[in-house]
């Protein structure tokens, strides 16, 4: 009988996982039985025969839970190849996932009207009127020069200054940034060289600076008052409203009209075979 029993129980011990509580409870059961039975059967006292069976079946039971144990896929915890999650995402996935985040900046719509804060001067002889439009122009991004400084810098003399090339370089020199560059008309103004002058216009004085243009001929303000310089004349221009449709002149050539409106249209025709610096 004893050697049938652990016969089961190994028995017990090869089945499922999910079948060995089952079977090692049912052994023990049967243990405690066959121990009783056995008392009275067998040779040796019976308190002594069946403590020794039932170490001997609980010594086989665990050894068999052990090795159903070990044969389990949950005995031993199978490697992970996952990758470890990551609490937040990272800056470049935020901005891909999100277009906002990557789009540049626009830059900022000018407004219809502008007129800079600017310190007038009419010139001080009949041809320093170069040296005049380029400091009047200058003041207005808070530069202080005096037109013998900027006349010798220009290289204006008593046949004027030569052309927007000057006031451009002259200007360049005195402004952080280099920011003028040259327009140059080699005759009638284009629709696109008026359009150009017009955004030429709006941009310099949105970024407070003044723009010099070097003009000939005449040419008739928005208030009916007429301006004439047959041998050409430097202007600077100080603001705009209309969205630059129309711009404010500061003239040096007489004191007593320093400053006018002017079409845009109409100053790029009085520029015609001249030039500007913006």
Not at 51 to 59: F, I, K, N
Not at 133 to 147: F, K, P, V, W
Not at 235 to 257: E, F, H, L, M, Q
Request: proline share 6%.
């Amino acid at each position: 009988m004893k050697h049938t029993m652990q016969r089961q129980l190994r028995r017990f011990a090869t089945q499922r996982p999910y079948q060995i509580v089952a079977a090692s409870a049912a052994a023990l059961v049967i243990a405690t039985t066959t121990g009783a039975l056995l008392a009275g059967a067998d040779d040796a006292p019976a308190g002594q025969r069946t403590a020794t069976t039932v170490a001997e079946m609980r010594s086989d039971t665990v050894a068999s839970l052990g090795e159903a144990n070990d044969a389990s896929p949950s005995a031993s915890a199978a490697p992970t190849t996952a990758a470890p999650a990551t609490s937040a995402a990272s800056p470049a996935a935020k901005a891909s996932s999100n277009p906002d985040l990557t789009r540049k900046p626009e830059r900022p719509k000018p407004p219809a009207t502008k007129v800079l804060d600017y310190d007038y001067e009419a010139q001080n002889t009949y041809y320093n009127c170069g040296p005049a439009a380029t400091r009047n122009a200058l003041s207005a991004t808070g530069i202080d020069r005096t037109q013998e400084e900027l006349g010798a810098e220009l290289g204006t003399t008593e046949m004027g200054t030569n052309s927007a090339e000057d006031t451009t370089r002259v200007l360049n020199a005195e402004v952080k940034g280099s920011p003028y560059r040259t327009r140059m008309f080699a005759g009638a103004p284009s629709p696109a060289q008026m359009d150009r002058l017009q955004a030429d216009v709006v941009k310099a004085i949105t970024d407070g600076r003044g723009v010099v243009a070097n003009v000939v001929g005449d040419a008739t303000d928005t208030d009916g008052g007429w301006h004439s310089y047959g041998g050409g004349h430097y202007i600077a221009v100080v603001g705009y409203k209309d969205n630059g449709r129309t711009v404010r002149i500061a003239d040096s050539a007489n004191p007593a009209d320093p400053s006018y409106w002017i079409t845009t249209i109409d100053l790029a025709n009085w520029i015609a075979s001249r030039g500007y610096s913006a």
